[in-house]
Each structure stands twice: as structure tokens, then as C-alpha cells.
């Protein structure tokens, strides 16, 4: 985990984001974390970033713009974790063949959450 320059967090929803960030300081990546609601945003960090990059955007509420940006992030880092509070097989799938590697449900647990990021 040691290797990991950054930690993206898209995601609408602040409390959502701040559950995350609180989390992730938890497992000593308080300098790496950074949080966007807005994807434009997002996107441009981590297309100026370097290094091993990890994404996680939320995609409950998810449209059109919401997979092109997943199709977009996956040229710059393949560590893309989808979540979502709507199970929709669908969605999941759809954001899994654009190029998502890991499902993470919402609310987070935080188990969870260290798992996945302790596999990239």
C-alpha cells in the first residue's frame, strides 16, 4: 500500500465523501486523499497526476457523463472501484466493462474499504 501517490474520491454526496477520507486517514493515507463532487474536476487531477492512482466514483445516481467519465479515467489508472448504494446489476456490470475492477456497496464498510484498497 506504500506504492498508492493518490487517493481519488468522486463522489456527489459529502458525507459520502467524508466517510471515506475519515477511513482512509485511518489506514495512514491522509496526504494521498483527495475529494471531488464534481467529476470535471476530479478528472483533471487525475489526468495531472503520476504514479499508482486509485479512483473511486459513485455511480448511484449514475447517467451518460457518469460512465464516460469511468471510460476516460480508465485511460490514465485501472484502479477504478465503483459504488453505489443502488445494487442495480446493470449499472455494476456496465461500469465493469468500461473498466471499473471492484464493486464497493454503500454504506461503506470500512473492512471493505481497506480490503480493496489493499489489493491495488
Do not use: W
Not at 23 to 30: A, K, N
Not at 99 to 112: M, Q, R, S, T, Y
Request: aromatic share 10%; with cysteine.
Amino acid at each position: 500500500m506504500e506504492n498508492i501517490s493518490s487517493i481519488i474520491v468522486l463522489d456527489h454526496k459529502k458525507n459520502s465523501r467524508e466517510i471515506m477520507k475519515s477511513y482512509l486517514e485511518e489506514f495512514g493515507f491522509e496526504d494521498k486523499i483527495k475529494l471531488f463532487d464534481n467529476y470535471t474536476e476530479g478528472l483533471a487531477e487525475i489526468k495531472s497526476g503520476e504514479g499508482n492512482i486509485i479512483v473511486f466514483i459513485d455511480i448511484t445516481d449514475c447517467t451518460d457523463k457518469t460512465f464516460s467519465a469511468i471510460e476516460e479515467i480508465k485511460l490514465f489508472t485501472s484502479k477504478i472501484v465503483i459504488t453505489s448504494a443502488d445494487y442495480s446489476t446493470n449499472s455494476i456490470v456496465k461500469a465493469m466493462r468500461l473498466g471499473a475492477k471492484e464493486f464497493l456497496p454503500k454504506p461503506v464498510i470500512k473492512e471493505d474499504l481497506q480490503r480493496i484498497v489493499s489489493i491495488f
